[in-house]
């Protein structure tokens, strides 16, 4: 049996750490919106960093993306957790000998430090970020190669 997760908003909250990095650059912006909830900016991680734009700035721009990027960059997994429960249940399949990955569609860039910082990068089995592979999720590609990495089959 080999269990594969998802990173944002599944097995790690990442929203905090969006939201430090939302706020910096809300300071930055001439006309400063309202700052989306930590609710907000969980509902909008699933849908990738074009719908957290939209939540938080209500357009997607290239200068605003970047900046934004940056400064999440800066402070990757300084707010960031398991979700409630997701240690103890990565506990349980590390002693029953379960393999465990992840599958993002988060870049390896952002991938490698936060999972480093969060102690899970020599934990997990296989690590297959966005640009890993020529195509994301929902794509099946990632969740092959996953299986491939690991030597289980796909079922």
Same mark, same amino acid.
């Given at each position: ?19 430090? +990095?939302?706020? #910096?650059?809300?300071? *930055? ?26 939540? +938080? ?41 379960? #393999? ?11 991938? *490698? ?19 890993? *592979? ?11 190669? +996953? ?9």
């Amino acid at each position: 049996m080999t269990i594969l997760f998802d990173l944002d908003g599944t097995l790690v909250d990442t929203a905090p750490d969006f939201s430090q +990095a939302i706020s #910096k650059v809300n300071s *930055t912006l001439e006309s400063s919106a309202s700052l989306p909830s930590l609710d907000q900016i969980r509902m909008a991680i699933s849908g990738g960093i074009q719908a957290i734009m939209r939540t +938080a700035f209500s357009t997607v721009s290239d200068p605003i993306k970047n900046q934004l990027l940056t400064h999440y960059e800066e402070q990757l997994g300084q707010y960031a957790h398991l979700f409630e429960g997701m240690d103890q249940l990565l506990k349980d399949l590390d002693q029953q000998r379960i #393999k465990w990955g992840i599958v993002t569609n988060k870049e390896e860039r952002f991938t *490698t430090p936060l999972l480093k910082q969060l102690n899970l990068l020599k934990r997990a089995s296989c690590i297959v970020s966005g640009d890993t *592979t020529p195509y994301t999720k929902p794509h099946p590609q990632p969740l092959l190669y +996953a299986c491939a990495q690991l030597q289980t089959q796909p079922e």
